[in-house]
T-cell receptor, first 112, second 113 residues
Framework: AQSVTQLDSQVPVFEEAPVELRCNYSSSVSVYLFWYVQYPNQGLQLLLKYLSGSTLVKGINGFEAEFNKSQTSFHLRKPSVHISDTAEYFCAVSDPGNQFYFGTGTSLTVIP | DAGVIQSPRHEVTEMGQEVTLRCKPISGHDYLFWYRQTMMRGLELLIYFNNNVPIDDSGMPEDRFSAKMPNASFSTLKIQPSEPRDSAVYFC???????????FGSGTRLTVV
């Protein structure tokens, strides 16, 4: 079975500062990795995904994530955050059976 | 493409009443998932279907919960009788392969008083 750990439940950061949201996973098989964003009172939206190939993937809104197989990590980064980035961020892993396993989420709060 | 459509967006009901939540997946997506989100437990997978057939319902909390998918374009999640602890946001999601990720609906916020 797969599992996903998001190491920080809340991350406050000042506007225009860089941010990293951490995600580790455990899996005995090859998996796909995803980051989703949930704005208040909305559903989850796909931010980016890693399927194969280059370990650095770029997503929407200036976010990027790096897949590290040896550390089983998939951390999300943004060099300069905006107020509008305030949201809940979920890391997820999917197995070949098309089932997703979500982390518990990281609440990012951007402070003016 | 209208995305995954859930109805209603909000539902307030009294304890003991039957509640039915509805979901229309994206056309062509043959996997459909029902999730529940609460502050205490986060996102929980309740059940998922493949080609209208329930594959894994181990997340359904108890017999008061039931889900059906009578055809490829419609699914329901029913709670009977409802209890205050069922209050949560219920999401439906669909995909045709995990390679593409899930597409989520906007959710139904259920309040049982």
């Amino acid at each position: 079975a797969q599992s996903v750990t998001q190491l920080d439940s809340q991350v406050p950061v000042f506007e225009e500062a860089p941010v990293e949201l951490r995600c580790n996973y455990s899996s005995s098989v090859s998996v796909y990795l995803f980051w989703y964003v949930q704005y208040p009172n909305q559903g989850l939206q796909l931010l980016l995904k890693y399927l194969s190939g280059s370990t650095l993937v770029k997503g929407i809104n200036g976010f990027e994530a790096e897949f590290n197989k040896s550390q089983t990590s998939f951390h999300l980064r943004k060099p300069s955050v905006h107020i509008s980035d305030t949201a809940e961020y979920f890391c997820a892993v999917s197995d070949p059976g098309n089932q997703f396993y979500f982390g518990t989420g990281t609440s990012l709060t951007v402070i003016p | 493409d209208a995305g995954v459509i859930q109805s209603p967006r909000h539902e307030v009901t009294e304890m003991g009443q039957e509640v039915t939540l509805r979901c229309k997946p994206i056309s062509g997506h043959d996997y459909l998932f029902w999730y529940r989100q609460t502050m205490m437990r986060g996102l929980e997978l309740l059940i998922y279907f493949n080609n209208n057939v329930p594959i894994d319902d181990s997340g359904m909390p108890e017999d008061r919960f039931s889900a059906k998918m009578p055809n490829a374009s419609f699914s329901t999640l029913k709670i009977q009788p409802s209890e205050p602890r069922d209050s949560a946001v219920y999401f439906c999601a669909s995909t045709y392969d995990s390679y593409y990720g899930y597409t989520f609906g906007s959710g139904t916020r259920l309040t049982v008083v």
